[in-house]
């Protein structure tokens, strides 16, 4: 099996800049909003979910980078055995349900 294409850590920092200073400006803000005495109780739950959503979409861009790096590596006009994507779906199926 062929190696797929990596995505470089620049590219997925660059990415990544501007979702991050937002979760950041927000878990400040949530801190800076809680009142004297209160600065846990009301600010961990806030800061809890955007580091939950920061994570989930850190990861989703990670994913999606390195699928889009693989899919631009990737000629659909020839198959590794040689066929052409026209020629494989040139056969049909053997059942009605294919």
Do not use: C
């Not at 020839?78 to 053997?94: F, H």
């Amino acid at each position: 099996m062929e190696r797929l294409s990596k995505v470089s850590k620049e590219a997925y920092v660059e990415q990544m800049r501007e979702a991050t200073e937002t979760m950041l400006h927000g878990v400040i803000g949530a801190v800076n909003r809680a009142r004297d005495g209160a600065w846990i109780n009301e600010s961990e739950m806030q800061v809890r979910d955007l580091l939950a959503d920061y994570r989930r979409k850190a990861y989703e861009t990670a994913i999606e980078m390195r699928t889009d790096a693989s899919e631009a590596a990737f000629s659909p006009g020839r198959q590794k055995d040689g066929t052409t994507a026209a020629q494989e779906g040139s056969v049909l199926p053997k059942h009605r349900d294919g």
